[in-house]
């Protein structure tokens, strides 16, 4: 496993959902006032960046741009079809001001 500093805190705004790349990985990073949710930036349904997607910060989850299907930031299940499967989330923390996403 292998943390990955993806910026500092200061960089993300609440409610916005950002593209980033970690090795070979591109993720999608949502801030939700001081939490933070990653995801894979990969739709399960289709080959989709979620990052072009909604969110919305009472209920933690992500709108694909898409088609609509909704995705629970928290864990990766999908909330409504068309999506059936879930997209992988990592564990994130901030250290010291900065954002650090977990690699397995
Ligand atoms: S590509 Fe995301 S809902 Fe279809």
Same mark, same amino acid.
């Given at each position: 496993?292998?943390?990955?500093? /993806? ?10 959902? *950002?593209? /980033?790349? /970690?090795?070979?990985?591109? =993720?999608?990073?949502? *801030? ?6 990653v ?33 629970? =930031? ?14 992988? *989330?990592y564990d994130v923390v ?7 996403v977990t690699?397995?």
């Amino acid at each position: 496993m292998s943390a990955n500093d /993806v910026g500092a805190v200061d960089e993300f705004t609440s409610g916005e959902a *950002r593209q /980033v790349r /970690v090795g070979a990985r591109t =993720l999608v990073i949502v *801030r939700i006032e001081d939490d933070f949710y990653v995801l894979d930036d990969r739709c399960s349904h289709e080959d989709y960046s979620l990052a072009e997607g909604e969110v919305d910060q009472a209920g933690a989850t992500i709108e694909c741009a898409r088609h609509g299907a909704i995705f629970d =930031l928290t864990d990766g299940t999908p909330q409504s079809f068309p999506a059936t499967q879930p997209v992988a *989330r990592y564990d994130v923390v901030v250290r010291d001001g900065r954002v650090e996403v977990t690699i397995p």
